[in-house]
């Protein structure tokens, strides 16, 4: 098993374990993954033992109103596009245009493919002065709209090769670079997505100005030394498990000599910022938006 397989793997049972997951589902979508009825009870124990939330704390959090979600007032509306993307490929994705681009953003979807959700951040990016692209990081297999079943979407993202998302991330900042040119790009990631922007750091991608992944996997053995971004790392105080890499990422980003901030969200847990999971976190999600486009602003234009 791959880490982004073992990350998507815990990931599930977690959700099992705060209670957004029967435990029938959980064995379900566990076995999509190609884990066993027995490894799989056993990764869901594991994980319930070491759950720090409860089912009725992710309810209470689903049901807040408390505005619409940050940088939805003025978003603009994506569209569908295709691109170039490597070795002869064609990739789908969300496109929004800012009207007056100040530079560009790559955005990294979460575990379940691009969904209405990460399109709508594409938009919200938009909004405030940068053109996004939202890549389908599921292209090759038809696209996120092919699964109607969200769990066979995460299943076919775990069986996907590394270099191939790092290719296909590659491949959307070429096309950023051709619709928004002599502007500088960065790169945002949600959750698997935030992995991914760790891995497409670790690629040694030259272009990226900035980066920000938000509470994702650190690769193993991490060394962004070929990078030049500037990288805010994002993480939920509550999320101790992705937290617990929080050091070595430092620890890497030090090394490589970025500039870099490093912040954890007091009271969130995982995936606090899609507002439409049980997770969200209006605070938080808030407080980190404003902090994205202050870094954003200072190093991307």
């Not at 124990?45 to 689903?62: F, K, L, R």
């Not at 594409?122 to 969200?150: H, N, Q, W």
């Not at 976190?281 to 404003?290: E, G, H, Q, S």
């Amino acid at each position: 098993m791959t880490p982004l397989q073992r990350y998507i793997a815990e990931e599930i049972a977690v959700d099992h374990a705060d209670g957004i997951f029967t435990r029938r589902e959980a064995i379900r979508r566990l076995g999509l993954l190609g884990i066993g009825v027995a490894a799989a009870s056993s990764l869901l124990a594991a994980c319930s033992s070491d759950s720090g939330t409860t089912a009725a704390s992710t309810t209470a959090a689903a049901t807040r109103t408390d505005g619409p979600p940050p940088g939805m007032t003025g978003a603009v509306a994506s569209e569908p596009v295709t691109f170039a993307g490597p070795e002869g490929r064609t990739l789908q994705g969300a496109w929004a245009a800012a009207a007056e681009p100040r530079g560009s953003v790559l955005v990294i979807h979460e575990n379940k493919g691009l969904t209405d959700h990460i399109r709508s951040v594409a938009g919200r990016f938009a909004g405030a002065g940068y053109s996004a692209i939202a890549v389908d990081l599921l292209s090759e297999e038809g696209g996120t709209a092919k699964f109607t079943d969200p769990a066979e979407a995460t299943a076919a993202l775990a069986k996907i090769p590394a270099d191939r998302f790092v290719a296909d991330m590659k491949a959307t900042v070429d096309e950023l670079e051709r619709r928004v040119p002599g502007k500088k790009a960065a790169a945002i990631g949600f959750c698997f997505g935030g992995g991914l922007v760790w891995q497409l750091l670790a690629s040694g991608e030259p272009r990226l100005a900035a980066a920000s992944p938000f509470y994702g996997p650190l690769p193993e053995n991490a060394d962004f030394g070929g990078s030049k971004a500037a990288v805010l790392a994002v993480y939920a105080a509550l999320d101790t498990r992705v937290s617990a890499s929080r050091d070595a990422a430092t620890a890497a980003l030090v090394k490589a000599g970025l500039d870099h901030q490093v912040v954890t969200e007091p009271g969130a847990d995982h995936a606090f910022f899609n507002d439409t999971g049980p997770r969200y976190n209006p605070t938080a999600a808030n407080d980190v938006w404003k902090k994205v486009l202050d870094w954003f602003g200072r190093y991307v234009g």
